[in-house]
């Protein structure tokens, strides 16, 4: 069993919204800095968004920067992502991912995290 589970991806026309969650089990994630992270046919994963365990640092690559927000969800014990005005070049597998380990720093880099989702599909079309 998977530790996060993300859902909410979908096929989606330029300039449209969606929402992406992610639910943690096996562990509580309270205390772990979250994050999202996504890969494209061909490319490398690559860093979208996090938020730091206390809920007070978030960071976003900049191409996301004000049309993409990150927020905890502690009711599902994991992370949402909000997703404005998207763009043809948000498509990809996007997952969600955990710290390795808990009241860790944010990062941008994959290998800080630990504990990862199976990814959801974000398909974005003109």
């Known amino acids: 069993q998977m530790p996060l589970v993300e859902s909410g991806g979908g096929l989606v026309q330029a300039g449209g919204s969606l929402r992406l969650s992610c639910g943690g089990s096996?562990?509580?994630?309270?205390?772990?800095?979250l994050a999202w992270f996504r890969q494209a046919p061909g490319k490398e994963r690559e860093f979208v968004a996090s938020i730091s365990w206390n809920s007070v640092t978030t960071n976003y690559r900049n191409t996301v920067k004000g049309r993409f927000t990150i927020d905890r969800d502690y009711d599902a014990n994991g992370v949402t992502l909000q997703m404005n005005n998207l763009k043809l070049e948000d498509t990809a597998l996007y997952y969600c991912?955990?710290?390795?380990?808990?009241?860790?720093?944010?990062?941008?880099?994959?290998?800080?995290?630990?504990?990862w989702g199976q990814g959801t599909q974000v398909t974005v079309v003109s």
């Open positions: 991912a955990a710290a390795t380990a808990a009241y860790a720093r944010t990062s941008s880099n994959p290998a800080d995290y630990g504990y």
């Open positions: 096996g562990r509580t994630f309270d205390t772990f800095s």
